[in-house]
């Protein structure tokens, strides 16, 4: 069946540093969404890539689709102690079922 | 709009009970999905709903099973609940359903087995 993976399982950065996280699949995928996950909160939706090649960029969050629609990122320029959380990509193909990849447990250092 | 309302918030059973989950979606949504995030796991999908009927489904033992009413509120059932069922359960509901469309998440079911 599909796999997501996604990597680094932990990160810690100080304040004002960059961070990525990566995802990857084993099949092309139809699309991959983000979402972010506060401690103790619920997933909440980011942004969902659909092109192969796609970038997106929401202030300090840059999100890429690979050209084989097989991997995408998540950058953060200058993290801030709100960035704090869980990040998580999902990737849909012919299954039509999204898969999690394990998530991205992000601690920001003041 | 309410969000996506899951009750009851936490819930404490011993191995071999049963135990249903409530999900009501944001209104307007028909789909409700439901997923099992454990630590080590991760989110695992359980199923997807969709005007009452069963869209999709995750590789779950048949002890796992839901259903959708009329105005799209979802229930989840585990019976002869097993440690290993101790997790989050979310549902998340999306309009049309399908995994091209946003999930819009409850707070989630903390489930303990005892």
């Known amino acids: 069946g599909q796999q997501v993976m996604q990597i680094p399982q932990y990160q810690h950065v100080q304040e004002g540093e960059d961070f990525t996280t990566y995802c990857n699949s084993s099949?092309?995928?139809?699309?991959i969404q983000w979402y972010k996950q506060r401690p103790g909160g619920h997933p909440v939706f980011l942004i969902q890539?659909?092109?192969?090649?796609e970038v997106k960029k929401q202030k300090r969050l840059t999100f890429q689709f690979g050209e084989a629609k097989k991997n995408s990122s998540l950058h953060i320029t200058a993290t801030q102690t709100t960035d704090v959380g869980t990040y998580f990509c999902?990737?849909?193909?012919?299954?039509?079922?999204?898969?999690f990849g394990s998530g991205t447990q992000l601690t920001v250092l003041p | 709009k309410a969000g996506v309302t899951q009750t009851p918030r936490y819930l404490i059973k011993t191995r071999g009970q049963q135990v249903t989950l409530s999900c009501s979606p944001i209104?307007?949504?028909?789909?409700v999905s439901w997923y099992q995030q454990t630590p080590g796991q991760g989110l695992q999908f359980l199923f997807e709903?969709?005007?009452?009927?069963?869209?999709n489904k995750g590789n779950f033992p048949g002890r796992f099973s839901g259903r959708q009413f009329s105005n799209s509120r979802s229930e989840m059932n585990v019976s002869t609940l097993e440690l290993g069922d101790s997790a989050l359960y979310l549902c998340?509901?999306?309009?049309?359903?399908?995994?091209?469309?946003?999930?819009?998440f409850g707070d989630g079911t903390r489930l303990s087995i005892l």
């Open positions: 998340a509901s999306t309009e049309a359903g399908g995994a091209g469309q946003p999930q819009h």
């Open positions: 099949t092309t995928l139809s699309n």
């Open positions: 890539l659909v092109k192969s090649g």
């Open positions: 999902a990737g849909s193909g012919s299954a039509r079922q999204l898969t």
């Open positions: 209104s307007g949504h028909r789909s």
């Open positions: 709903y969709f005007s009452e009927t069963q869209r």
